[in-house]
């Protein structure tokens, strides 16, 4: 028999001025067909108002608690409020949902029927789906293979098989992988699950049923990832986390993928090199090709293949479809 507590999820919502969505995504737990939740959300000092309403609906609801990032002190960020989220969460279970996504009414229902079939998992995955006013409005619906035995690869290529919100965690197992690493300036997730996938432990489960239960909102502001400071991140983020890869895993044929995560980022360099400007652009490219050669896996081929990427981005090419899925294929088979 199942002690209630087991059959319950603590969900983790981070926040950080997001007064515009918040209410929707606490609206879709209060709306959940099962009552084995609890709401945690850990607010990093927010500006916009986003604190007082997640205040006020835990003043009306007994499930939600509110903490104040500043009370614990240490670094800012959304994967240092969804570690603080973890130790305190009281259930079994873990999931994280960030302040402008949504989830389905049957959500936690589903997942937590799905985890007691499958009481030896310790890592569940779902389909998730994006959406940019109201589910159902893009159908970008990520599915995954069941049969699959190993997701590493595609991490380390950099083709991302399920989000943060997609994994129903069993809390032991989260704290055994150590949680978020909070250094990481961008790729938090990423790493996150690579580490997990790699973990001794590691038992996981793919639901493969056909509708979304988690559903990403996609805005304005996550579409222009030519952003300076957004590219500055994701270039320390890329470096940290392949030297971390390289350091951790021994299978050579494996660590070769890294180099989609390379690509990843020259994709975004090339696609921001109208905001840089000429002489910024040149600055940067040749910063990261002096980074990348650095690790074991870079070589003459993919300097080959840069250098045929660069010329034929520029003469309009990238607008062919499956551009950069050719090159990016051959960036890591070279």
């Known amino acids: 028999m199942f002690q209630e507590e087991d059959k319950m999820v603590s969900i983790i919502m981070p926040s950080y001025n997001k007064v515009n969505f918040v209410k929707d995504a606490i609206d879709s737990v209060l ?53 603080i989220g973890a130790s305190v969460a009281s259930y079994k279970y873990l999931m994280f949902l960030d302040a402008d996504d949504i989830i389905s009414q049957g959500c936690i229902n589903d997942r937590i029927d799905f985890a007691n079939e499958n009481p030896e998992a310790n890592f569940l995955v779902f389909p998730m789906n994006s959406f940019e006013k109201r589910p159902g409005d893009k159908e970008n ?44 300036p961008r790729m938090q997730d990423i790493e996150l699950h690579t580490r997990a996938v790699i973990h001794d432990d590691f038992r996981m489960k793919i639901f493969c049923g056909q509708n979304p239960d988690f559903f990403y909102r996609v805005r304005d502001e996550d579409r222009a990832s030519e952003r300076v400071d957004v590219l500055g991140r994701f270039e320390e983020g890329v470096l940290m986390y392949i030297e971390k890869c390289l350091n951790e895993i021994n299978d050579v044929i494996i660590l070769k993928n890294l180099r989609g995560t390379m690509f990843a980022f020259i994709q975004q360099l090339f696609r921001a090199n109208k905001l840089l400007g000429k002489e910024k652009f040149l600055e940067k490219k040749r910063g990261a090709i002096n980074n990348f050669s650095s690790f074991k896996i870079w070589g ?22 499956g551009f950069d899925k050719v090159f990016k294929y051959l960036f890591i088979r070279l």
């Open 31 to 83: 709306a959940q067909q099962s009552s084995l939740w609890e709401l945690i959300i850990i607010d990093d000092d927010s500006t916009d108002g986003t604190a007082e309403i997640c205040k006020e609906f835990a003043e009306h609801h007994k499930k939600i608690r509110v903490y104040e990032k500043k009370d614990f002190g240490g670094l800012k960020g959304a994967s240092v409020s969804r570690n």
């Open 141 to 184: 619906i990520w599915k995954l293979n069941c049969k699959k035995r190993t997701y590493l690869s595609d991490f380390l290529r950099h083709d991302i098989p399920w989000s943060i919100s997609s994994v129903l965690w069993k809390k032991c197992f989260f704290r055994s992988v150590g949680g978020f690493d909070v250094v990481f």
């Open 300 to 321: 003459v081929g993919q300097q080959v293949i840069l250098t045929l990427y660069s010329f034929l981005f520029f003469v309009g090419m990238h607008r062919v479809r």
